[in-house]
């Protein structure tokens, strides 16, 4: 990274102190200024009101000058909340999450770490992939003034914590969530990432006619695999092709009676939508059942550490993919890659997103004089925003907060480590935007 000095960062709740996340994070911080700990002061006033889950940050009132700085001095820190997988199945996202972020905030801010005269200081927040624990994280941090938060990591907890911020006129940008219903929940509510109809777009690029086809949407139950399901019946089904679904427990580890089930059903395609650390144990189940060679077989590539768990089944499989290490081609992962590098580690396929969010949080307290007080403001700065970013160029859609982006089509070859990904296709933002949607709230 580029002079870090002032991306100042600590950690909260749940995460513990002394965890190796916690320490990169640190890494490069300095100590809080005597300015900053008279604010921090003030900011442990807010805090005793914390036992009252968010009644010193009702809605219209949460953060004060305190909290995001526009009265408390020319140089006093916008804060941020990341609340994301730190620990848990999704762990692994989160992590390319929070690397990219700190990649884009440095990007963003030119290396400066501030906007305007003032330092952007994120917390994290380690909601661990469950709902009730990431709303209890966003109390805290509503409690104490935040009044942008971002990460999400999975869909039910951007689902259960978008209201919670709207509710609160809090700025929210989900991350990696992809369930459709994050779109248009309410106008406090944004995306860094990709959403399910995006994906089912890009996998219905494989099929063209879908009239009489069968397709099979194998998938966790879960608001991930669910929302796979209604975007493959909302694409494919309105073409002609009859949908069914086969759908696991999240908790389930032996997937062979689901992959016999996929099988059984005989479909013309099976769309695979499969998040988490039984994905090894899915495909094994699929290989062992042969579903290859009786079907074709759609999913979305996942991080890298799974190419190798395709075997050579990998060669038959149509990737449809949101984003892998090289497939932009853009000066802009040209120089995500670099930070992420030069910190120890490799972008994957949810390190832009943190990246995105980061341009997304920074373009808005700019549009704002280095202020966080406003969320209206903060919200219409983003609203039809258009720019450059890893993957190419974003548009935050006006109406309903979608983020409209290209797509790729992908073949893996080769097996075990040699297993690589390339990109066969590039779909462009239009090609893969989800129909526009009213807002809720």
């Known amino acids: 990274m580029r002079n870090s000095a002032l991306l100042r960062v600590r950690s909260l709740g749940a995460a513990p102190a002394a965890s190796p996340a916690a320490s990169t994070a640190a890494s490069g911080a300095r100590g809080v200024s005597g300015g900053s700990r008279r604010l921090g002061r003030r900011v442990a006033v807010l805090a005793a009101c914390s036992v009252l889950a968010v009644g010193c940050a009702k809605a219209g009132t949460a953060g004060t000058d305190t909290a ?51 330092p952007i200081e994120f917390v994290e927040q380690d909601d661990a992939g469950d709902p009730a624990k990431a709303v209890s994280g966003a109390k805290e941090l509503i409690g104490k003034g935040y009044k942008i938060l971002a990460g999400s990591t999975a869909s039910g907890v951007a689902l259960q914590v978008a209201p919670f911020a709207a509710q609160n006129k809090v700025l929210f940008i989900s991350g990696p969530a992809a369930a459709d219903k994050v779109t248009a929940l309410n106008k406090y509510t944004f995306r860094s990432g990709r959403q399910s109809y995006q994906d089912t777009l890009t996998a219905a690029s494989f099929v063209g006619d879908a009239k009489g086809k069968k397709v099979t949407v194998l998938a966790q139950d879960s608001a991930f695999g669910q929302a796979n399901v209604a975007a493959v019946k909302a694409v494919l089904g309105k073409e002609g092709a009859t949908v069914d679904a086969v759908l696991a427990p999240p908790s389930a580890t032996d997937l062979t009676p689901f992959a016999t089930q996929a099988k059984a059903a005989k479909p013309d395609l099976l769309f695979v939508a499969w998040a988490g650390e039984t994905a090894a144990a899915l495909w094994t189940s699929l290989n062992q059942q042969d579903v290859f060679s009786s079907t074709r077989v759609v999913t979305g590539l996942d991080l890298a550490a799974s190419y190798p768990l395709f075997g050579a089944a990998g060669e038959k499989i149509s990737f449809l993919n949101h984003y892998f290490a090289g497939a932009a081609g853009t000066d802009i992962e040209k120089a995500m890659t670099e930070s992420v590098v030069k910190g ?82 590039v779909l462009p933002a239009e090609q893969v935007a989800p129909p526009v949607l009213a807002m809720v709230g």
Do not use: C
Not at 76 to 88: C, E
Not at 89 to 112: H, N, R
Not at 357 to 371: D, F, L, R, T
């Open 344 to 425: 120890g580690s490799k972008p994957d396929i949810f390190t832009p997103d943190g990246f995105t969010a980061a341009q997304m949080v920074v373009h808005a307290i700019e549009a704002n004089k280095g202020s966080a007080d406003d969320t209206a403001a903060l919200v219409k700065a983003l609203e039809g925003w258009s720019f450059d970013g890893v993957k190419g160029h974003l548009t935050v859609r006006a109406e309903d907060h979608a983020l409209l982006q290209p797509m790729f089509q992908v073949r893996l070859t080769g097996t075990g480590a040699a297993a690589k990904p390339t990109v066969e296709k």
């Open 68 to 118: 995001s700085g526009s009265g408390a001095g020319a140089s006093s820190p916008v804060k941020v909340g990341l609340l994301y997988s730190k620990t848990g199945p999704l762990a692994a996202y989160g992590k390319q999450y929070l690397e990219g972020f700190k990649a884009g905030l440095d990007y963003a801010t030119k290396g400066t770490g501030a906007v305007d005269g003032h």
